[in-house]
């Protein structure tokens, strides 16, 4: 059974660099159909997509986040990570972890881990 | 960026009824529509994939339509663990997209 488990700082500064890593277990990640993404939920309201990653390196982002993010992924642990930078209280969310399915039939975040709460405040 | 929206913004439904969700693309997205339903302190759970699939172990009672710009999600009987809130999403370009999400509670 896959599992994918978020990891990092819960409470933040603004300005500082938001820093979380996603830790996969229980199944293949080295999968050419397979990309990894980050998204999130700020408080109450719906979901963004972040960005995705390949286990080659390949990435592609939200444009409206991309000037202040990277995703970056270490097949040797089975983890990647999201960094974004300048932080502002805009920025406090559930952030998600979520393994993105892309074959010739679907393209789908199929596995996802339980979350973490990132809060920013001075 | 394509635009989802979802209607209505919440529903309140009983055990039993039959309900359904549409999602509205701002351009045409072919049938590349996703379904998911979150649980309150849970992460989203994949229903629906290319419109109309059903995600294996998801109950046969869900069920999706629709191409192009217009999306539905029907519950056939709605069941106690239904009670939940259900995104759409895009997967035609980038960003991947979601709706604001329709919130189904208990009449």
């Known amino acids: 059974q896959l599992q994918l488990q978020e990891s990092g700082p819960g409470l933040m500064k603004p300005s500082e660099t938001l820093s979380l890593i996603c830790s996969v277990s229980?199944?293949?990640?080295?999968?050419?159909?397979?990309?990894w993404g980050w998204i999130r939920q700020p408080p109450g309201k719906g979901l963004e997509w972040i960005g995705s990653?390949?286990?080659?390196?390949?990435?592609y982002y939200n444009p409206s986040l991309k000037i202040r993010v990277r995703i970056s992924v270490d097949t040797s642990k089975n983890q990647f990570s999201l960094n974004l930078n300048s932080v502002t209280a805009a920025d406090t969310a559930l952030y998600y972890c979520?393994?993105?399915?892309?074959?010739?039939?679907?393209?789908?975040?199929?596995?996802w881990g339980q979350g973490m709460v990132v809060t920013v405040s001075s | 960026d394509i635009q989802m929206t979802q209607s209505p913004s919440s529903l309140s439904a009983s055990v039993g009824d039959r309900v359904t969700i549409t999602c509205r693309a701002s351009?045409?997205?072919?049938?590349?529509l996703n379904w998911y339903q979150q649980k309150p302190g849970k992460a989203p759970n994949l229903l629906i994939y290319?419109?109309?699939s059903l995600q294996s172990g998801v109950s046969s009672r869900f069920s999706g339509s629709g191409s192009g710009t217009d999306f539905t999600l029907t519950i056939s009987s709605l069941q106690p663990e239904d009670f939940a809130t259900y995104y759409c999403?895009?997967?035609?370009?980038?960003?991947?997209?979601f709706g604001q999400g329709t919130k189904v509670e208990i009449k």
């Open positions: 990653i390949s286990s080659s390196g390949d990435t």
């Open positions: 229980g199944g293949s990640f080295n999968s050419h159909n397979h990309y």
């Open positions: 979520a393994r993105q399915t892309i074959d010739s039939s679907r393209d789908v975040f199929d596995a």
């Open positions: 999403q895009e997967s035609y370009s980038t960003p991947r997209t």
């Open positions: 290319v419109a109309s």
């Open positions: 351009q045409s997205i072919s049938s590349y």
